[in-house]
């Protein structure tokens, strides 16, 4: 018996599925009866479902998991134990059914067992305990049948209290094995499921604007997939196999749960942009790692931002056009050297917190530096400590005026414990720096290195 | 006559053909959006247009990455999000946050690293002015952002005076009758909407504050901006605001 064909079987017809080694599977049907009628109905189903797969099944249903179990052992066929009756039959079972079950538990056989539960309090006790029987319980069996025990029946009807004297607790708890009653509730199995969608194509696409009707082809039943089990895309995985036999992979994440195929296929096609592959493409593989998907809940109160698969789109197309890492969010960098920001990614909030700046909340403009990102190399002539006159190369406007006023030097360093001081490093730095005021009319921050022992233009206030 | 010229406009407005319709009625509060500086606000009627194109323009250090930061940070203030497209990537999140933007509701698009600065002047920038006004028109295209402003300020004015005239045209139909207000920051004026306004700002030697007698004592204490408002029909007169360090 195949393991997975048997797997698939029992999830198709319930949600809730607990596995006993490799051919023994466990069902909770409780609340099928609606759907598909009354017990033996269901039992009825599910033998047509398992031959229909060409699958030589068992199936036992009844209100506990080792009733259900134990017939499956004991009988062939299908078996329906009502609620209340389980002590009764499978008191008939000789107790070498107990070393069969344990035998399938442990490797594995053809079988398929189901159970329903009776009442709710039955699956409160023992959670913790082993699914499959205890060996401790089993090597208890040649003792009870020395005692001239022969069936789980008479097993079962044997005073409690005197069991445990001479056995302990796994004499109880044997007992409790023969009169069908269960240790711990079903505990169903995570089903991992894989949302991989994959189209090979008759004949090789090359170009984008062909791509496109492809990718909707495998996005939008992926989509179908995952909003079925109430899940979005994380992050998604695209596989191009080409005509030359190599495979193109990338790998997009997103800033928030996205599920919408025309957004996904707008992002992917922008990325392809970017990262076109080689050659002609032969299949199109897509994989999404799901994330739960996103439940908002919009306000009147609050003002509209927008939606995270736009802002997804704007930043791909973004991306595209200005380059990678050129758009998002600044976020300041706690230290003191000049210049030095991180980039986050844009996520725009509903609703957030007052900014924290003080100079805005007291409605006073504030002199904002226009920061040359790669500090302007500058010809500063300087007299009595003082600099005098600027200019700059042809690069930048050509600028040179006279100082009108200044002020400095304001000296800042940092870093200067990790590397000698005779030699500059882009993580330490040292320098003076001066505020003037040039001819021009312009307002400059300059500053001298004193590792290069240069002059160089940081920005201009505006 | 009036009465009709009234009646007239009332028909535009509510059909939303009001997009040209200049007229001296104050626009209703909700279409507005203040820069937070209160004598500015008083020359713009209460502030900038929202659904329309205005900009802010002046030479060097007269004081237009001030003057951009304070309508950034009322913005963020209101719990809105807005989009800066820097276009020579100059824009410091320093001077920013001091400013009292909320970084975290900005999105920052840096100009490719562009050989501005290294370049001769004539072929300075056009590539980098090109992919500024792309991306604008993308970010106004998304909607909802409260603020959209084009920084061309470095950029040379022949440059800005190459492009088409309906490159401003354009950005302005694509935020016409939305909630977002699209500033253009430049050396120059480019082209503003019907209801835009101008903030035209003046630049001088004394322009600059400093405190403390000689150089080493000397500490730049902010800036003081002659400014001025220009729209189409308001005649705008001088005033001056004043950043504090």
């Given at each position: 018996?195949?393991?997975?064909?048997?797997?698939?079987?029992?999830?198709?017809?319930?949600?809730?599925?607990?596995?006993?080694?490799?051919?023994?599977?466990?069902?909770?049907?409780?609340?099928?009866?609606?759907?598909?009628?009354?017990?033996?109905?269901?039992?009825?189903?599910?033998?047509?479902?398992?031959?229909?797969?060409?699958?030589?099944?068992?199936?036992?249903?009844?209100?506990?998991?080792?009733?259900?179990?134990?017939?499956?052992?004991?009988?062939?066929?299908?078996?329906?134990?009502?609620?209340?009756?389980?002590?009764?039959?499978?008191?008939?079972?000789?107790?070498?059914?107990?070393?069969?079950?344990?035998?399938?538990?442990?490797?594995?056989?053809?079988?398929?067992?189901?159970?329903?539960?009776?009442?709710?309090?039955?699956?409160?006790?023992?959670?913790?305990?082993?699914?499959?029987?205890?060996?401790?319980?089993?090597?208890?069996?040649?003792?009870?049948?020395?005692?001239?025990?022969?069936?789980?029946?008479?097993?079962?009807?044997?005073?409690?209290?005197?069991?445990?004297?001479?056995?302990?607790?796994?004499?109880?708890?044997?007992?409790?094995?023969?009169?069908?009653?269960?240790?711990?509730?079903?505990?169903?199995?995570?089903?991992?499921?894989?949302?991989?969608?994959?189209?090979?194509?008759?004949?090789?696409?090359?170009?984008?604007?062909?791509?496109?009707?492809?990718?909707?082809?495998?996005?939008?039943?992926?989509?179908?997939?995952?909003?079925?089990?109430?899940?979005?895309?994380?992050?998604?995985?695209?596989?191009?196999?080409?005509?030359?036999?190599?495979?193109?992979?990338?790998?997009?994440?997103?800033?928030?749960?996205?599920?919408?195929?025309?957004?996904?296929?707008?992002?992917?096609?922008?990325?392809?942009?970017?990262?076109?592959?080689?050659?002609?493409?032969?299949?199109?593989?897509?994989m999404a790692d799901p994330v739960p998907a996103r439940t908002l809940q919009f306000?009147?109160?609050?003002?509209?931002?927008?939606?995270?698969?736009?802002?997804?789109?704007?930043?791909?197309?973004?991306?595209?056009?200005?380059?990678?890492?050129?758009?998002?969010?600044?976020?300041?960098?706690?230290?003191?050297?000049?210049?030095?920001?991180?980039?986050?990614?844009?996520?725009?909030?509903?609703?957030?917190?007052?900014?924290?700046?003080?100079?805005?909340?007291?409605?006073?403009?504030?002199?904002?530096?226009?920061?040359?990102?790669?500090?302007?190399?500058?010809?500063?002539?300087?007299?009595?400590?003082?600099?005098?006159?600027?200019?700059?190369?042809?690069?930048?406007?050509?600028?040179?005026?006279?100082?009108?006023?200044?002020?400095?030097?304001?000296?800042?360093?940092?870093?200067?414990?990790?590397?000698?001081?005779?030699?500059?490093?882009?993580?330490?730095?040292?320098?003076?720096?001066?505020?003037?005021?040039?001819?021009?009319?312009?307002?400059?921050?300059?500053?001298?290195?004193?590792?290069?022992?240069?002059?160089?233009?940081?920005?201009?206030?505006? | 006559?009036?009465?009709?010229?009234?009646?007239?406009?009332?028909?535009?407005?509510?059909?939303?053909?009001?997009?040209?319709?200049?007229?001296?009625?104050?626009?209703?509060?909700?279409?507005?959006?203040?820069?937070?500086?209160?004598?500015?606000?008083?020359?713009?009627?209460?502030?900038?247009?929202?659904?329309?194109?205005?900009?802010?323009?002046?030479?060097?250090?007269?004081?237009?990455?001030?003057?951009?930061?304070?309508?950034?940070?009322?913005?963020?203030?209101?719990?809105?999000?807005?989009?800066?497209?820097?276009?020579?990537?100059?824009?410091?999140?320093?001077?920013?946050?001091?400013?009292?933007?909320?970084?975290?509701?900005?999105?920052?698009?840096?100009?490719?690293?562009?050989?501005?600065?290294?370049?001769?002047?004539?072929?300075?920038?056009?590539?980098?002015?090109?992919?500024?006004?792309?991306?604008?028109?993308?970010?106004?295209?998304?909607?909802?952002?409260?603020?959209?402003?084009?920084?061309?300020?470095?950029?040379?004015?022949?440059?800005?005076?190459?492009?088409?005239?309906?490159?401003?045209?354009?950005?302005?139909?694509?935020?016409?009758?939305?909630?977002?207000?699209?500033?253009?920051?430049?050396?120059?004026?480019?082209?503003?909407?019907?209801?835009?306004?101008?903030?035209?700002?003046?630049?001088?030697?004394?322009?600059?504050?400093?405190?403390?007698?000689?150089?080493?004592?000397?500490?730049?204490?902010?800036?003081?901006?002659d400014a001025r408002v220009e729209s189409t029909r308001v005649p705008g007169q001088?005033?001056?605001?004043?950043?504090?360090?």
């Open positions: 018996m195949q393991h997975g064909a048997l797997m698939a079987l029992a999830h198709d017809h319930s949600p809730r599925v607990e596995m006993h080694g490799t051919g023994l599977v466990l069902l909770d049907v409780d609340g099928l009866g609606q759907l598909w009628g009354s017990p033996r109905q269901i039992g009825e189903r599910l033998r047509h479902a398992a031959a229909e797969r060409q699958l030589g099944v068992r199936v036992a249903i009844a209100g506990t998991k080792m009733a259900a179990l134990l017939a499956t052992q004991g009988r062939c066929g299908l078996t329906v134990i009502n609620p209340g009756d389980e002590a009764e039959r499978v008191s008939t079972f000789p107790l070498s059914v107990l070393k069969q079950l344990s035998h399938a538990q442990s490797s594995g056989t053809t079988t398929l067992v189901r159970t329903r539960r009776q009442t709710r309090s039955v699956k409160t006790v023992h959670a913790a305990e082993p699914a499959s029987l205890a060996v401790s319980v089993l090597m208890l069996l040649p003792v009870v049948q020395r005692w001239g025990i022969k069936t789980l029946g008479a097993l079962a009807e044997l005073p409690t209290d005197e069991l445990f004297t001479r056995l302990g607790q796994g004499g109880v708890e044997l007992q409790r094995i023969a009169r069908g009653q269960d240790s711990r509730p079903l505990v169903p199995e995570a089903e991992e499921e894989r949302f991989e969608q994959t189209i090979a194509l008759e004949w090789p696409v090359e170009g984008l604007e062909p791509l496109a009707f492809v990718l909707g082809r495998v996005l939008d039943p992926l989509c179908q997939h995952l909003d079925a089990r109430g899940v979005a895309v994380g992050m998604l995985h695209v596989r191009l196999a080409l005509v030359t036999r190599e495979t193109h992979e990338r790998s997009l994440r997103f800033p928030a749960a996205v599920n919408d195929p025309k957004v996904l296929r707008a992002l992917v096609l922008l990325d392809l942009e970017s990262h076109p592959p080689s050659a002609g493409i032969d299949a199109v593989t897509v306000s009147l109160l609050e003002r509209a931002v927008p939606s995270a698969e736009r802002v997804s789109t704007l930043l791909a197309r973004l991306t595209v056009l200005m380059g990678e890492q050129r758009c998002g969010s600044p976020d300041l960098v706690d230290t003191h050297e000049p210049g030095v920001f991180e980039m986050r990614p844009f996520v725009p909030r509903s609703q957030g917190v007052r900014s924290v700046g003080t100079a805005a909340d007291t409605e006073v403009l504030v002199p904002v530096l226009r920061r040359f990102r790669t500090p302007v190399s500058a010809r500063v002539t300087v007299e009595h400590g003082q600099p005098l006159r600027v200019s700059t190369g042809r690069g930048y406007l050509g600028l040179q005026g006279h100082v009108v006023t200044c002020a400095g030097p304001w000296r800042t360093s940092g870093q200067w414990w990790g590397v000698s001081q005779s030699s500059s490093s882009a993580a330490s730095w040292d320098r003076d720096e001066w505020d003037v005021a040039l001819s021009d009319g312009g307002l400059y921050r300059i500053f001298r290195d004193q590792y290069s022992k240069r002059w160089f233009m940081e920005g201009m206030v505006d | 006559m009036k009465v009709n010229l009234i009646e007239l406009e009332s028909l535009l407005r509510s059909r939303k053909l009001d997009g040209t319709l200049v007229s001296k009625r104050p626009l209703p509060v909700e279409r507005l959006a203040p820069t937070g500086l209160t004598r500015l606000d008083d020359e713009l009627g209460g502030g900038l247009t929202r659904g329309h194109l205005s900009e802010i323009v002046g030479p060097s250090s007269s004081g237009r990455a001030s003057v951009l930061c304070a309508v950034l940070a009322a913005a963020t203030r209101r719990g809105e999000v807005v989009a800066l497209i820097d276009t020579f990537d100059s824009f410091d999140p320093v001077s920013g946050h001091a400013a009292g933007v909320d970084l975290s509701r900005l999105l920052w698009i840096r100009g490719r690293q562009s050989s501005a600065r290294t370049t001769p002047p004539g072929a300075r920038g056009v590539q980098a002015i090109d992919d500024a006004i792309k991306a604008s028109g993308l970010v106004c295209q998304a909607g909802q952002f409260g603020i959209v402003a084009i920084d061309l300020a470095e950029a040379p004015v022949m440059a800005i005076r190459r492009l088409p005239f309906t490159t401003f045209r354009r950005l302005a139909l694509a935020i016409e009758g939305s909630e977002t207000v699209g500033v253009v920051v430049g050396p120059t004026t480019m082209g503003r909407s019907a209801l835009g306004r101008s903030v035209v700002l003046r630049a001088s030697e004394h322009s600059a504050r400093w405190s403390g007698a000689g150089p080493r004592s000397r500490v730049f204490r902010g800036l003081e901006i001088r005033f001056r605001l004043h950043a504090v360090q």
